[in-house]
């Protein structure tokens, strides 16, 4: 089956500006100059008043350089991961308030992360027990411990705000061995919820929050709040590639597959327009739609024990059956191969 996979333009690359802001801050309050702050940048010359609502990841990057080298402070990530609050994430961060619970904001969160990180790969897995947020890729495997540490606390503060639960805990899972400040990460997180020389970044935590009603929730904004996250990631992902938006248009409608017409009526065409656009980048409708089928299904089967009929129904398949042959036509090996090796 070919593989397609919607691609960032890395050059265009950014962060939020809030995240910049709030780092700025952090140093500035332990006595640094702005100039110091800045150097390197091409914020350097205009100043902190011309920032617009994204910084581009390369000055963001300098930025925690210059920032480290500065305070000298080896945790400087879990100390900006503590201050980064729902406010910071911007428009994310009110959508998230809007859910109607955790799972609903988790669902949101891995929808439009790339807001946030767009180098940032995640994946997000539900067992019996717990919630598993796993990094998949990191953005600059130069900054490891800081990008891990800054993620780990914001997320760690992120739920907090969005429970109103000032006692609620993570378990973090490192992939490097246990750094100087160790104590540090055991005094935020919690004596026992801290691995090191684990396989990968992990946070997990208990499955039964998933339904826990959010106090801030708000149904009547959260589809607002919703369609603002899509346009402003399909401004961010900054290709003219119509393969690449539909993809991304279909990951993010898991379960309801639109076809042809509907995704044109989505985006703004018509299904002539849309079928032309297609053949001259040498694709067609059906091959993206499978590809993407063939993606959720292949997660479902890997990361939960939902039985085979529920799966294809989720895939839009009314017959088990009808559903296996299609996906080893998708794939080239059967739903229980995969399950076999997990």
């Not at 988790?106 to 990094?135: A, G, I, N, V």
């Not at 540490?149 to 992939?175: H, K, Q, W």
């Not at 801030?216 to 393969?243: H, W």
């Not at 990361?303 to 080893?328: C, E, H, K, Q, V």
Request: aromatic fraction near 8%.
């Amino acid at each position: 089956m070919q593989s397609f996979m919607a691609k960032w333009d890395m050059s265009r690359a950014s962060t939020p500006a809030q995240y910049a802001l709030i780092l700025v801050d952090l140093v500035r309050r332990q006595g640094h100059p702005l100039s110091a702050i800045l150097s390197g940048t091409s914020l350097a010359a205009s100043g902190m008043q011309s920032v617009g609502a994204r910084v581009s990841q390369s000055d963001f990057m300098q930025l925690v350089v210059n920032a480290q080298a500065l305070t000298r402070d080896p945790a400087l990530g879990l100390h900006l991961g503590e201050r980064l609050n729902l406010s910071a994430h911007a428009v994310l961060g009110q959508a998230f308030m809007t859910c109607q619970d955790l799972h609903e904001a988790l669902d949101l969160f891995m929808k439009y992360y790339h807001l946030l990180s767009p180098e940032l790969e995640l994946s997000l897995e539900l067992t019996d027990e717990d919630y598993r947020l796993t990094t998949v890729a990191a953005p600059d495997p130069a900054m490891e411990v800081f990008g891990a540490e800054l993620m780990a606390a914001a997320m760690l503060n992120t739920l907090r705000g969005l429970l109103s639960r000032s006692d609620f805990i993570l378990r973090v899972d490192f992939p490097y061995p246990e750094p100087a400040h160790g104590e540090t990460y055991r005094a935020l997180f919690g004596s026992n919820s801290v691995h090191f020389n684990c396989s990968h970044q992990r946070i997990c935590f208990d499955r039964r929050l998933g339904d826990t009603p959010l106090p801030s929730s708000n149904p009547a904004l959260r589809e607002l709040y919703e369609e603002e996250c899509a346009r402003l990631l399909t401004d961010l992902e900054g290709t003219d590639s119509v393969v690449a938006q539909i993809l991304s248009l279909l990951r993010k409608l898991e379960g309801q597959y639109p076809q042809m017409p509907q995704v044109a009526r989505m985006l703004n065409t018509s299904p002539r327009t849309l079928r032309r656009r297609l053949d001259a980048e040498g694709a067609s409708f059906q091959p993206l739609l499978d590809s993407v089928r063939a993606e959720h299904a292949t997660r479902y089967l890997k990361n939960t024990r939902l039985p085979l009929a529920s799966i294809a129904y989720m895939i839009g398949f009314s017959d088990p059956s009808n559903f296996r042959r299609a996906y080893r036509k998708w794939t080239g090996v059967t739903p229980a191969e995969v399950r076999q090796r997990g």
